[in-house]
């Protein structure tokens, strides 16, 4: 009876201890988009528990868990309209789901060879999907202060990335339009703050690996910043 009593006992501490050891941070990850973080009580920079990424309509574009600041299990990505996007293992380093893009989507791909009927060609693809894994290439940029006076109605951005055979980030530019004339390019750097930023599954062509670039058509925000 005293075992079972200092089990049950133990059990209601570990609960209890573990129910105090993460809590909920926010922050706000663009003008579109907040980030709901379980992080460790004793020392929130570490990321433990679940993920969620809200827009301001409160709609999930990401979902998921981190174990020690990195991760983990499978994550789940939708578009701002709540459409599954992708399902991605992080465990398992695994695409699970994939949408098709259809004639709406602001990503355009293109390799550097004429294509016949017969070539068989599968599109580079980013852990995080067709919406949200594209943020941070878009928080990196911001219209430098001459270019703020721009007509945002008249103007549009276009992220260019080059994805190389291997899968990662080879180059990487933002080419800003305005009005019917103006178009200004934008050297970027490839390195990213966060090393998952330069990875992608490359494109393939007859299945083998080739390079792609992919254009992500995106507008541009009062503040400079640019969103999808």
Known sequence: MKIITLFTALLFYLNAGFAQETVIRKHRLTDQITERI?????????????????????????????????????????????????????TKKALLFEAVEDTTSNLRYFVDKALTDSDRTAKPVKAGGQYFGYIPYLKVFKLPEDLMGISRTASYAIIELLVSPGGRLADFKVHIFSGLTYHRV????????????????????????IGCRIMIRCYIDNNGGLEI
């Not at 990213?192 to 083998?208: C, Q, R, S, V």
């Open 38 to 90: 379980s992080v460790l009580k004793s020392d929130k920079s570490t990321r433990q528990g679940l993920y969620q990424a809200v827009t301001e309509k409160n709609i999930a574009v990401a979902s998921g868990s981190f174990d020690q600041d990195k991760k983990t299990g499978v994550w789940h990505f939708y578009d701002p309209q709540g459409r599954l996007l992708q399902n991605y293992d992080y």
């Open 186 to 209: 934008f050297k970027m750097s490839t390195d990213m703050p966060n090393e998952e930023d330069k990875i992608f599954i490359p494109a393939t062509l007859n299945g083998e690996p």
